[in-house]
């Protein structure tokens, strides 16, 4: 994936995320904590931060400037997906574990618990105005959930 300028590239593999530089390709940063692959990794709106979903099951903020892991989002299984809001505010993670979850992304706070699902949940989405999020599951069914767009923490 690339920032939002273009600049640099993120790619995911086995317990890293790796930043590089696009026009050179030399290695800008090792976003290494993960204990199993990664499965996504993105960029926020900004390029400000990144994360990361693994099937170690969680999902992981890092500021990419320096490396470090800013925060760990737990769930009890595979992380399939996480993304941002378009704000940055919010985190959103979609799991084995039949939920998705929402975060604040300024502090890792679990926010609310999407449960319905009868599988699995392998991808989550924001709408554009941040008011609904919408998840597919292996239960062979999509869901369209209201959420509130404050941030608590």
């Not at 989002?73 to 929402?102: E, I, N």
């Not at 319905?116 to 239960?139: C, I, K, M, P, Y």
């Amino acid at each position: 994936m690339f920032d939002h300028s273009g600049a640099r590239v993120l790619t995911a593999s086995h317990g890293t995320a790796r930043l590089w530089d696009s026009a050179t390709g030399v290695e800008l940063a090792m976003l290494r904590g993960h204990n199993g692959p990664v499965l996504s990794a993105v960029f926020d709106r900004f390029g400000a931060r990144v994360l990361t979903a693994s099937d170690d099951n969680t999902a992981r903020l890092w500021d990419p400037a320096t490396g470090a892991e800013l925060a760990v989002l737990p769930h009890d299984d595979w992380v399939r997906c996480a993304v941002f809001d378009r704000s940055g505010a919010r985190v959103l993670t979609a799991s084995d574990d039949h939920t998705a979850r929402l975060w604040a992304a300024a502090t890792g706070v679990e926010l609310a618990v999407l449960r319905g699902h009868e599988g699995s949940v392998g991808s989550a989405v924001f709408d554009r105005a941040g008011a609904r999020v919408l998840t597919a599951s292996s239960d062979k069914t999509a869901r369209i959930w209201r959420v509130f767009r404050t941030v608590l923490g």
